[in-house]
T-cell receptor, first 115, second 119 residues
Framework: EPEVTQTPSHQVTQMGQEVILRCVPISNHLYFYWYRQILGQKVEFLVSFYNNEISEKSEIFDDQFSVERPDGSNFTLKIRSTKLEDSAMYFC?????????????FGQGTRLTVV | AQKITQTQPGMFVQEKEAVTLDCTYDTSDPSYGLFWYKQPSSGEMIFLIYQGSYDQQNATEGRYSLNFQKARKSANLVISASQLGDSAMYFCAMREVSALRGSARQLTFGSGTQLTVLP
C-alpha cells in the first residue's frame, strides 16, 4: 500500500527555535493536511493545502505556522518560534481527490518536544 | 457544539468477544463521510473503515463493521472476535463535503476510546 512518509520521527527543539517538519505525500495525491495531537488528547486539524495554496486553516494555525510544497513532492510545516505548548505529535495526511478519495492517508507522525 | 462525540473514554473486552465503540456526530450537511481510525501505542493512525452518508448498507472490513444509524446520527464501530492486538485508542472522525469546488474538507475527530482486550 502507498505510504505518506514523515521525517523526522522525533524532534526535540528549544523554545523559541524554528522547526520544520517534513512530509512526502503519496505521489498522485492532490490534497494535503497537517494535524496535531497533544499527548492524550484528540487529533486536531491545522491546515489543508490544495493547488499550491492553503484551502482552510484552524484557529491553531496562527502566524507562527506556515506550510509550503517547495518542489512538488515535499510538504512542509514550519513553526517559526516554538512554544512549550507546541509539543505534540504532528501528522501529515494526503488524499487523491475530492470525491473519489474517501480516505485520508496518514503518515506515521513526528513527535515534537519543545524544551 | 461537538461535531463528533465518543462517550466511552475506556472500554474493556475479553479476547474473542465482540465489542461496540460508540460514536455520534452532528452535521447539517447532507453529504459527509464517517471514519474510524486505530492508534496503537506507537502513535500511528491506522485507517479501519469508512461509511458514506449516502451508502445504503453498513460498511464492513474484515472483523470491523460500522453500525450506521443515520436518523440517530450514530456510527458505532463493532469489532468482532477481539484480539490482544486490538488494544489501542480508537478515533471516530467525520468529513463534511464542501460545496466549494476543489475543496476537500478536513477530518474532525472525536476524543477517542481506549480499548483494552483482556486475555
Amino acid at each position: 500500500e502507498p505510504e505518506v512518509t514523515q521525517t523526522p520521527s522525533h524532534q526535540v527543539t528549544q523554545m523559541g527555535q524554528e522547526v520544520i517538519l517534513r512530509c512526502v505525500p503519496i505521489s498522485n495525491h492532490l490534497y494535503f493536511y497537517w494535524y496535531r495531537q497533544i499527548l492524550g488528547q484528540k487529533v486536531e486539524f491545522l491546515v489543508s493545502f490544495y493547488n499550491n495554496e492553503i484551502s482552510e486553516k484552524s484557529e491553531i494555525f496562527d502566524d507562527q505556522f506556515s506550510v509550503e510544497r517547495p518542489d512538488g513532492s515535499n510538504f512542509t510545516l514550519k513553526i517559526r518560534s516554538t512554544k512549550l505548548e507546541d509539543s505534540a505529535m504532528y501528522f501529515c495526511a494526503s488524499m487523491p481527490n475530492r470525491s473519489g478519495g474517501r480516505r485520508a492517508f496518514f503518515g506515521q507522525g513526528t513527535r515534537l518536544t519543545v524544551v | 457544539a461537538q461535531k463528533i462525540t465518543q462517550t466511552q473514554p475506556g472500554m474493556f473486552v475479553q479476547e474473542k468477544e465482540a465489542v461496540t465503540l460508540d460514536c455520534t456526530y452532528d452535521t447539517s450537511d447532507p453529504s459527509y463521510g464517517l471514519f474510524w481510525y486505530k492508534q496503537p501505542s506507537s502513535g500511528e493512525m491506522i485507517f479501519l473503515i469508512y461509511q458514506g452518508s449516502y451508502d445504503q448498507q453498513n460498511a464492513t472490513e474484515g472483523r470491523y463493521s460500522l453500525n450506521f444509524q443515520k436518523a440517530r446520527k450514530s456510527a458505532n464501530l463493532v469489532i468482532s472476535a477481539s484480539q490482544l492486538g486490538d488494544s489501542a485508542m480508537y478515533f471516530c472522525a467525520m468529513r463534511e463535503v464542501s460545496a466549494l469546488r476543489g475543496s476537500a474538507r478536513q477530518l474532525t475527530f472525536g476524543s477517542g476510546t481506549q480499548l483494552t482486550v483482556l486475555p
